[in-house]
């Protein structure tokens, strides 16, 4: 069973820093990708970054590409998504979600793309 809790969440100011983390719970998701997804009141989930079982790959939306850096550490059972240069824009809660079964290469942008997912953390930018 795969029971995901993101944590880091928070109010920052314009151009500030926040890491978000997503644990899991219960059994190990060493073997598995894990995607962030964020959604803004009033607008669709949208993909944020996805990282595979090992952490060698990596894939970000546009918007946040060198801004965001996800990583795992799996003998912690987490995720990470450090998130810099914060803009109000950013603001919405962020979903930590897994996939169990995934192609090495391919992107997994969706939400219906992934098994679990977790409550989710508030990020509020305030500019």
């Known amino acids: 069973q795969v029971q995901l809790v993101e944590s880091g969440g928070g109010l920052v100011q314009a151009g500030g820093s926040l890491r978000l983390s997503c644990a899991n719970s219960?059994?190990?998701?060493?073997?598995?990708?894990v995607g962030w997804f964020r959604q803004a009141p009033g607008k669709e989930r949208e993909f944020v970054a996805q990282?595979?079982?090992?952490?060698?790959?990596?894939y970000y939306e546009a918007s946040v590409k060198g801004r965001f850096t996800i990583s795992r550490d799996n003998a912690k059972n987490t995720v990470y998504l450090q998130m810099n240069s914060l803009k109000p824009e950013d603001t919405a809660v962020y979903y930590c979600?897994?996939?169990?079964?995934?192609?090495?290469?391919?992107?997994?942008?969706?939400?219906?793309?992934?098994?679990?997912w977790g409550q989710g953390t508030q990020v509020t930018v305030s500019s």
């Open positions: 979600a897994v996939r169990r079964r995934s192609i090495r290469g391919e992107s997994y942008s969706r939400s219906v793309d992934y098994d679990y």
């Open positions: 219960g059994r190990t998701f060493s073997t598995y990708l």
């Open positions: 990282i595979n079982w090992s952490g060698s790959s990596t």
